[in-house]
Nanobody, 114 residues
Framework: VQLVESGGGLVQPGGSLRLSCAGP????????MAWYRQVPGKQRELVAT???????KYVDSVRGRFIISRDNARKTMHLEMAALKTEDTAIYYC?????????WGRGTQVTVSS
């Protein structure tokens, strides 16, 4: 099972980006979804999670700047990123997890630079 991320790119500090994640039909009813990010040479970091019912949680470094959302009917998840900082530069990965199932996308690059 493959998730597909889109929406990454180059943005100046203070700018905004919207990431999207698409996945197969069966994950949208029960799977918890999440966004992770990874910088080369560092561990993958959890950014935000959202339950199948829409309850969201954020890591402290992005709370108030990022918004995670999901549309189960359209089978998509989004990460709205605002007030971006250079330290937000990373590859962003979409994740879906439920019981023993754990699915990932291949990632989309976000670069915040002037």
């Amino acid at each position: 099972v493959q998730l597909v991320e889109s929406g990454g790119g180059l943005v100046q500090p203070g700018g905004s980006l919207r990431l999207s994640c698409a996945g197969p039909d069966h994950i949208w009813s029960h799977f918890e979804m999440a966004w992770y990010r990874q910088v080369p040479g560092k561990q993958r970091e959890l950014v935000a999670t959202i339950t199948s019912g829409g309850v969201a949680k954020y890591v402290d470094s992005v709370r108030g700047r990022f918004i995670i959302s999901r549309d189960n009917a359209r089978k998509t998840m989004h990460l709205e990123m605002a007030a971006l900082k250079t330290e937000d530069t990373a590859i962003y990965y979409c994740n879906a997890a439920f019981d023993h199932a754990d699915y990932w996308g291949r990632g989309t690059q976000v670069t915040v630079s002037s």
